[in-house]
């Protein structure tokens, strides 16, 4: 199996995909991008990935042969991961919650508007170790700003939640009241791939805060844009897309 990426969605590689694609040029993972207002291209149901990356893309211009195709490839061990987005999961009018990938994907998804908005906190929660999460201080959490709601399969494994809170002034300090607390991050197994179902986005708005989660900072440019970004951040997104798609990155090459 080649061990290549195909990412489908986050708008061009100028814009909002610009933000994993340096993540994987920063760690030499090869990749093709199929940019949100595209369909894939012709000889999509003819190539072999290690890891489809679905994020951000609209069903209907994947369309469900295409789909098919990658529902029989995880089958047979490659990985997928979709990251939330207004056109990921249910999404805003209805996207994946009853196409092929639904049955490969680890969590079950709405069947309305599954988009949830955060003006105040919402917190990153640890729930299980996972080599996703390794090297990372969950102890100092990120916050995000937006997800797609989800529920886990009975297969599926949630390793991150996301814990919203109500902060309100109260004699001149801020309270902090922690509220429901909602699956973020779910992997799972589909016949001999792996999955994983990550309910926020890569890129700005969703990401929030997470974007620049770090002790230090990450540059790369792309497409001819720089994209600057938390080193924590981008371990994180590393890891990611190198589980799901058992793809090899040098143990030694950290950021």
């Known amino acids: 199996m080649a061990a290549k990426i195909c990412y489908l969605g986050d708008g061009r590689l100028s814009g909002a995909a610009g933000y994993l694609a340096a993540i994987m040029q920063q760690h030499g993972l090869p990749f093709d991008h199929v940019p949100s207002d595209e369909p894939p291209p012709a000889a999509f149901c003819r190539r072999r990935y290690a890891l489809y990356v679905v994020s951000d893309y609209p069903a209907a211009r994947f369309g469900a042969a295409a789909m098919t195709h990658v529902a029989g490839r995880v089958a047979a061990g490659a990985g997928l991961a979709m990251l939330g987005g207004w056109e990921s999961y249910f999404g805003r009018s209805g996207e994946y919650h009853q196409s092929p990938l639904a049955e490969v994907l680890p969590v079950v998804m709405q069947t309305a508007d599954d988009r949830c908005n955060y003006a105040q906190p919402c917190l990153i929660r640890q729930v299980a170790e996972h080599p996703i999460l390794r090297g990372l201080p969950w102890d100092a959490p990120p916050g995000i700003g937006g997800r797609n709601a989800v529920a886990a399969k009975p297969g599926g494994r949630t390793i991150l939640t996301a814990v919203e809170f109500a902060v309100r002034r109260v004699g001149g300090r801020f309270a902090f009241v922690q509220g429901e607390e909602s699956p973020l991050l779910v992997v799972g197994r589909h016949g001999r791939g792996r999955t994983a179902a990550l309910a926020t986005d890569v890129a700005p708005h969703w990401i929030g805060g997470f974007v620049d989660w770090g002790d230090q900072r990450v540059v790369q440019n792309v497409a001819g844009e720089l994209v600057e970004v938390g080193n924590w951040y981008a371990r994180f997104f590393r ?6 798609g058992r793809l090899h ?6 950021l």
């Open 239 to 244: 890891n990611l897309l190198a589980w799901t």
């Open 249 to 254: 990155v040098p143990v030694a090459e950290e």
